[in-house]
T-cell receptor, first 111, second 115 residues
Framework: EDKVVQSPLSLVVHEGDTVTLNCSYE??????LLWYKQEKKAPTFLFML????IEKKSGRLSSILDKKELFSILNITATQTGDSAVYLC???????????FGEGTQLTVNP | KAGVTQTPRYLIKTRGQQVTLSCSPI?????VSWYQQTPGQGLQFLFE???????NKGNFPGRFSGRQFSNSRSEMNVSTLELGDSALYLC??????????????FGPGTRLTVL
């Protein structure tokens, strides 16, 4: 059975800190790994990673994939209170658009 | 472009009733997937429709069904509602690009409460 595991499940930091969120996976037919941010309602798309070792970057957020070790990390530098959310990692299989999600990491950034 | 829209946003039903939820994908997107999100189970895949055909199905009972119309709009139906069906139902649409990869964009969800 396909499996996505995120760690830590919960994290509390102060504004300005740097955080690293982890995602490991076991998927039979891997195609891509996606990161989403979920605040109140719908998950909003952050990154899609398909190739190992290529960092994707957007502002203070960056992510990288290691297909040999089957994991990805999401880094957030100089955190702000607006970064408080649940960060979801999901893996897409080669057939169709099915996503298998991890449990999510609840990030709380205190002022 | 307008994002994924879902209606209704909130719904309260009683056990045994049935419910139909609607999803309109981003213009041009032909794939629509449905997910159930609960505090205990997280986000779980229900099914995916592409060009009016169910392409993939998750591990949910037959009470959960769906369909897709020629304009890519999708509906999901849950019959004989149970208390455990209370959840946020999310719809996501995607556009397969030239490399065969796609990104799923989520709608705001329908919050279903079963009493």
């Amino acid at each position: 059975e396909d499996k996505v595991v995120q760690s830590p499940l919960s994290l509390v930091v102060h504004e300005g800190d740097t955080v690293t969120l982890n995602c490991s996976y076991e998927v039979t037919n891997f195609r891509s790994l996606l990161w989403y941010k979920q605040e109140k309602k719908a998950p909003t798309f952050l990154f899609m990673l398909t190739s190992s070792g290529i960092e994707k970057k957007s502002g203070r957020l960056s992510s990288i994939l290691d297909k040999k070790e089957l994991f990805s990390i999401l880094n957030i530098t100089a955190t702000q209170t607006g970064d408080s959310a649940v960060y979801l990692c999901a893996v897409a299989e080669t057939s169709g658009s099915r996503l298998t999600f991890g449990e999510g990491t609840q990030l709380t950034v205190n002022p | 472009k307008a994002g994924v829209t879902q209606t209704p946003r909130y719904l309260i039903k009683t056990r045994g009733q049935q419910v139909t939820l609607s999803c309109s994908p981003i213009s041009g997107h032909r794939s629509v997937s449905w997910y159930q999100q609960t505090p205990g189970q997280g986000l779980q895949f229900l099914f995916e429709y592409f060009s009016e055909t169910q392409r993939n199905k998750g591990n949910f009972p037959g009470r959960f069904s769906g369909r897709q119309f020629s304009n890519s709009r999708s509906e999901m139906n849950v019959s004989t509602l149970e208390l455990g069906d209370s959840a946020l139902y999310l719809c996501a649409s995607s556009l397969v690009d030239s490399t065969g990869t796609d990104t799923q964009y989520f709608g705001p969800g329908t919050r279903l409460t079963v009493l």
